[in-house]
């Protein structure tokens, strides 16, 4: 939907208000940006007589120039006992900083104008409660103003590959394809796999000199599936198949047990190593599982309660244009951004899993989905950086990118 002066242009059927007793977003062990402003205001105030927890506590750090919350134990230090901020109780919204005002909301500006990106980590995204956003399109716009100089941007000429470009005409035209093919097919996942080959035959095309709108009335949606199917018998035979999955597996799940984990090197070493050969015990939230157990429980792709949110993720990813923004561990195009949202499909498949196996059971359920999705959006999808991803290693950096060029990438991930 389209209708402001900034011409924001927010995802459709999405609602959102913030929970009381929820604070994710003040405990997600994020680093909280202070704008200069609100750091002057807030450092006015004599935040000991307000509470005994900031008695001898620095409330703000400095880090490359730039201001932050200090965190106690990964919350906000101004997190109250009872789950609200204390900025926010004692002096109001508009003392607090500009990035806790403008959260969940992302803001990416586009040729068709700034999109709105929702962060899945808030559980108010997850289960869609609250205000229907369409009802909030001017307070979304002042949030837009905010902080412009912090807004993302994507380039009005998209590259398909690190060779051909396109006008974002003809990339609308990709993408509206695209989202209408996942809506097709028997299942999501033939639907996604199709996808990519057909990005893989528009590129052939492009390279013939032919015209976008030429390729897309000649492509058969209905062979892109028949093509899919036999791809599919042939996987099943091949053992390399299942040590190229392994190891797939093992470096993109890796980044949460052995890139973010805080942990030893040596840790580190063997957590991916355990993730490799599918044995030993990982850490997740706290909570220890075996890995084996992961690869043992069932994800079930015929669940709608489960898939419809897996799908409205996947989907949004799309729509706010999150496989056209740079990964510094990716080369910024379509044919690798698709590629890095396969991989999001499939960790959300991987970690609704190891919730299954934290909960003790062996059938995933819209609750371990949902999960998935939050530490998924948390870790991978909002924020992949080289300085993050797996030892903070080149090398991995051009291992990720040979991995998800390869013409069959989409049968290994899935």
Same mark, same amino acid.
């Given at each position: 939907?389209q209708?402001?002066?900034l011409?924001?242009?927010?995802p459709?059927?999405?609602c959102y208000?913030?929970?009381?007793n929820?604070?994710?977003c003040?405990k997600?062990?994020?680093?909280?940006?202070?704008?200069?402003?609100?750091?002057?205001?807030l450092?006015?105030?004599?935040w000991e007589k307000i509470s005994?927890?900031f008695? =001898?506590k /620095?409330?703000?750090?400095?880090k490359?120039y730039?201001? #932050?919350?200090?965190? +106690?134990e990964g919350?906000?230090? $101004?997190?109250?006992?009872?789950?609200?901020?204390l900025?926010?109780?004692?002096l109001?919204?508009?003392?607090?900083?500009?990035?806790?005002?403008?959260y969940?909301?992302?803001?990416?500006?586009t040729?068709?104008?700034?999109?709105?990106?929702?962060?899945?980590?808030c559980?108010s995204?997850?289960?869609n409660?609250g205000?229907?956003?369409?009802?909030?399109?001017v307070?979304i716009?002042?949030?837009a103003?905010?902080?412009p100089e912090?807004?993302?941007q994507i380039?009005?000429?998209?590259?398909?590959?690190?060779?051909?470009?396109?006008?974002?005409?003809? #990339?609308?035209k990709l993408?509206?394809?695209?989202?209408?093919?996942?809506?097709? =097919?028997?299942? #999501?996942e033939?639907?996604l796999?199709?996808?990519a080959?057909? %990005?893989?035959?528009?590129?052939?095309?492009?390279?013939?000199?032919?015209? +976008?709108?030429?390729?897309l009335?000649?492509?058969?949606? /209905?062979i892109?599936?028949?093509?899919?199917?036999? %791809?599919g018998?042939?996987?099943?035979?091949?053992d390399t198949?299942?040590?190229?999955?392994?190891l797939?597996y093992?470096?993109f799940?890796?980044?949460?047990?052995?890139?973010r984990?805080?942990?030893?090197? $040596?840790?580190?070493?063997?957590?991916l190593?355990?993730? +490799?050969?599918?044995?030993?015990t990982l850490?997740?939230?706290?909570?220890?599982?075996?890995?084996?157990?992961?690869?043992?429980?069932?994800?079930d792709i015929?669940?709608?309660?489960?898939?419809k949110?897996? /799908?409205k993720?996947?989907?949004h990813?799309?729509?706010t244009k999150?496989?056209?923004?740079?990964?510094?561990?990716?080369?910024?195009?379509?044919?690798?951004? #698709?590629?890095?949202?396969?991989?999001?499909y499939?960790l959300?498949?991987?970690?609704?899993?190891?919730?299954?196996?934290?909960? =003790?059971?062996?059938?995933?359920?819209?609750?371990?989905?949902?999960?998935?999705v939050?530490?998924?959006d948390?870790?991978?999808? =909002?924020?992949?950086?080289?300085e993050?991803?797996? %030892?903070n290693?080149?090398v991995?950096s051009?291992i990720?990118?040979?991995?998800i060029s390869?013409?069959n990438?989409?049968e290994?991930?899935i």
């Amino acid at each position: 939907m389209q209708n402001s002066a900034l011409n924001i242009i927010i995802p459709e059927n999405f609602c959102y208000s913030c929970l009381p007793n929820c604070a994710v977003c003040c405990k997600a062990d994020w680093s909280i940006d202070i704008d200069e402003e609100t750091y002057k205001n807030l450092s006015k105030v004599e935040w000991e007589k307000i509470s005994k927890k900031f008695a =001898g506590k /620095k409330k703000f750090i400095e880090k490359n120039y730039k201001k #932050y919350f200090e965190l +106690i134990e990964g919350k906000c230090i $101004f997190l109250d006992d009872d789950k609200y901020c204390l900025i926010h109780k004692k002096l109001g919204f508009d003392a607090k900083t500009s990035t806790c005002k403008i959260y969940p909301f992302k803001f990416i500006k586009t040729a068709d104008g700034i999109i709105v990106r929702l962060s899945f980590v808030c559980p108010s995204i997850i289960k869609n409660t609250g205000v229907p956003l369409e009802e909030q399109i001017v307070e979304i716009e002042k949030l837009a103003a905010l902080k412009p100089e912090q807004m993302r941007q994507i380039d009005e000429t998209v590259a398909l590959n690190e060779y051909i470009k396109i006008s974002w005409n003809d #990339y609308k035209k990709l993408e509206n394809f695209i989202l209408d093919l996942l809506k097709t =097919g028997d299942n #999501y996942e033939s639907s996604l796999k199709a996808a990519a080959k057909y %990005l893989r035959i528009v590129l052939e095309e492009l390279q013939k000199k032919e015209e +976008i709108s030429d390729i897309l009335e000649k492509i058969d949606k /209905k062979i892109l599936f028949v093509r899919m199917v036999s %791809l599919g018998e042939k996987k099943e035979n091949n053992d390399t198949f299942s040590k190229k999955q392994r190891l797939y597996y093992a470096l993109f799940v890796g980044y949460e047990f052995v890139g973010r984990a805080k942990v030893s090197v $040596f840790k580190k070493y063997s957590n991916l190593i355990k993730l +490799i050969l599918k044995k030993g015990t990982l850490e997740l939230n706290g909570k220890k599982f075996d890995v084996s157990r992961v690869y043992q429980t069932n994800f079930d792709i015929e669940n709608k309660e489960n898939m419809k949110l897996v /799908k409205k993720y996947i989907e949004h990813l799309i729509f706010t244009k999150w496989h056209l923004l740079p990964a510094d561990f990716s080369t910024p195009n379509l044919i690798s951004g #698709y590629s890095l949202i396969l991989v999001i499909y499939s960790l959300v498949k991987w970690f609704s899993k190891a919730n299954a196996v934290l909960r =003790g059971t062996s059938v995933v359920e819209l609750c371990d989905v949902e999960n998935a999705v939050s530490i998924v959006d948390l870790n991978y999808a =909002g924020h992949i950086t080289k300085e993050t991803l797996f %030892l903070n290693s080149p090398v991995f950096s051009k291992i990720c990118n040979l991995l998800i060029s390869q013409n069959n990438f989409e049968e290994i991930i899935i």
